[in-house]
């Protein structure tokens, strides 16, 4: 299989391709005003492993400068289309300016399997909101939003209801906690509130961390029913976009795991609910979910270990942890076998394809957690990453979680509620011993532990963080990659450019990119893009050699 980056890291300093990379930081900020341009630079890391593997500190989660074009969501997009957005049997009701809805109606490729759950609801593809008018605004939305949870309610008859803040709703005062206890009580099923507006915090991080408080304040642990199954696992933050989650559950059910709940992807409230028996949460997504993950831990006693199943080599290695977890002979070799029979595939696709995009130049500039994962892939490819940061991580997962304590909780991040969490009386059970904990640490598995994207990329690359869209254009301009990545909102600016541009939030229509067949797509995929001869063509002929001349008739 290919070989990781990090490997590369033991070559010592690598400049970015013959050029200073502090030249081409000072290239990227030199436009700005002194005061922005000194913001920038803290944000504009060039990286660096030192010999006990820590990395330069990067500036993060705060404050877009206003002006610069930045690629971030708000609050609102972070709780309710992120984190509760994918799951389908949940009526999600935007409180808000029909805008705010509208534009987050179907917008993230989050699919889902209604057939799975019994009463096969699924209310993904409705946009529900309270449609605020001036008179709400001026008189106060209450009135309106609790008509809107009873309309709801009589014609779908969920099993819950979630109502989400947009900014005027925090500007005007509502008090949507209180609206959904009452509704809570008068219809007898789970309604609860999101004080999740848009200006909350510096980006859709906010939102995450708002939905996390609120799905284990109101839903996790509500339901005891202990499933039939061995193995019993959690995956969170998983939004099976482009049906990522489908080719893990494949992956999980062939090595004998039961999967209890996903956060969020192909999830159902019945799940969440239920999900405090699970005997071990794997992070997918670390920004998102980590704050579930450690209330969990603390709560009911549930470990975590961080998984990737992006990438066959990161995903064969994440079974093998998940295997070691369970100390099960039956269950590792049972894994091992999978691994060994879906590999052959993926190795034929990669010899294949490998020779073409072999030292192809790939950045990624992507929310906070594909930036790094998807690094793997194009290693895999033989490609190399030159550039690469998040639109919204915060230093853990840049430079692992052992900075957390470093940390300053700025009064962006005070805004946002921190939950007091402590052992359920009658909930708590530790899954294993400290000493059982500490012996398979030894064995190298680690607990609670992330080490983030910076120690994974080699010396001398770009890590930029909240990348602005003139920065995004003078990285073209300077290295003309053969792949950038990012989203919608840059892809069709940076192909006039010339350059391709894969869209990894939506995957482009693309997909399962997860997982030993969502590699081969992968892989494909990104051969079809690099290697296609369109980017050559994009200097229309009269550029290159104008045909017709011409004189002002009064030379
Ligand atoms: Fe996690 Fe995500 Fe991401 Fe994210 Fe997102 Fe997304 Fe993303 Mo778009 S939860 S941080 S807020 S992996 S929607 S599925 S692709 S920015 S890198």
């Excluded at 998983?238 to 709940?261: K, P, V």
């Excluded at 482009?508 to 296609?532: H, L, W």
């Amino acid at each position: 299989m290919a070989t990781a980056a990090k490997d590369n890291n033991s070559q010592g300093p690598i400049v970015l391709e013959g050029q200073d990379p502090e030249k081409i930081k000072n290239q990227l900020i030199k436009k700005y005003p002194p005061k922005v341009a000194r913001k920038r630079a803290k944000q504009i890391v060039v990286n660096k492993i030192e010999p006990d593997g820590t990395v330069p500190a990067i500036g993060s989660n705060v404050r877009t400068v206003p002006g610069l074009i930045s690629q971030r969501g708000c609050c609102y997009a972070g709780c309710k289309g992120v984190v509760l957005g994918p799951t389908r049997d949940i009526i999600n009701i935007t409180h808000g300016p029909v805008g705010c809805g509208f534009y987050s109606w179907l917008t993230r490729r989050n699919q889902t399997d209604p057939d799975s759950t019994p009463d096969g609801h699924n209310f993904i593809p409705y946009c529900f909101t309270t449609d605020m008018q001036e008179e709400e605004i001026i008189f106060g939305g209450e009135k309106k939003l609790k008509l809107a949870i009873q309309e709801a309610y009589d014609n779908f008859h969920p099993k819950a209801i979630a109502v989400f803040s947009t900014c005027p709703v925090g500007l005007i005062g509502d008090d949507v906690h209180s609206v959904c206890r009452e509704m809570k009580a008068k219809l007898g099923i789970n309604v609860f509130g999101f004080s999740c507006e848009g200006y909350k915090g510096v980006s859709q991080s906010a939102g995450h961390h708002i939905a996390n408080n609120g799905i284990f304040k109101h839903v996790i642990g509500t339901d005891d029913t202990v499933q039939d199954g061995e193995f019993k696992i959690n995956m969170l933050g998983e939004y099976n976009i482009g049906g990522d989650a489908f080719e893990i559950e494949r992956l999980l059910d062939l090595c004998g795991f039961t999967l209890i709940s996903t956060f969020s992807g192909n999830s159902s409230i019945d799940k969440f609910a239920n999900c405090h028996t699970a005997d071990l949460n794997l992070i997918m997504c670390h920004r998102s979910i980590n704050y579930v993950a450690e209330m969990m831990e603390k709560k009911y006693g549930v470990p975590w270990i961080k998984v990737n199943f992006i990438g066959a080599e990161a995903t064969a290695k994440s079974l093998r942890k998940m295997a070691a977890y369970f100390e099960d002979h039956k269950l590792i070799d049972r894994v091992e076998a999978v691994i060994a029979a879906e590999l052959p595939e993926v190795e034929k696709a990669a010899s294949r394809i490998r020779p073409r995009t072999e030292g192809k130049r790939a950045m990624l500039f992507v929310g906070g957690s594909r930036a790094h994962h998807y690094q793997e892939l194009f290693a895999e490819l033989g490609m190399k990453t030159l550039s690469a940061g998040y639109e919204f991580a915060h230093r853990d997962d840049y430079e692992g979680r052992r900075v957390l304590p470093e940390i300053k909780v700025d009064a962006d991040s005070r805004n946002i509620e921190e939950l007091e969490v402590t052992a359920d009386p009658d909930k708590f059970n530790p899954r294993k011993s400290p000493e059982a904990l500490k012996s398979l640490e030894d064995k190298g598995l680690e607990f609670s532990g992330y080490e983030g994207m910076m120690p994974e990329m080699e010396t001398g690359t770009l890590v930029i963080d909240d990348i602005s869209h003139h920065e995004t254009e003078k990285m073209i301009a300077l290295f003309k990659p053969d792949i950038f990545c990012a989203g919608i909102k840059e892809k069709y600016v940076i192909q006039k450019l010339g350059v391709p541009l894969k869209q990894l939030h939506s995957y482009d229509y693309g997909g399962p990119y997860a997982g030993f067949k969502g590699a081969v797509n992968f892989y494909k995929e990104i051969d079809r893009m690099v290697n296609s001869r369109i980017w050559g063509y994009l200097k229309a002929p009269w550029q290159k050699s104008p045909e017709l001349a011409a004189r002002y008739g009064t030379d």
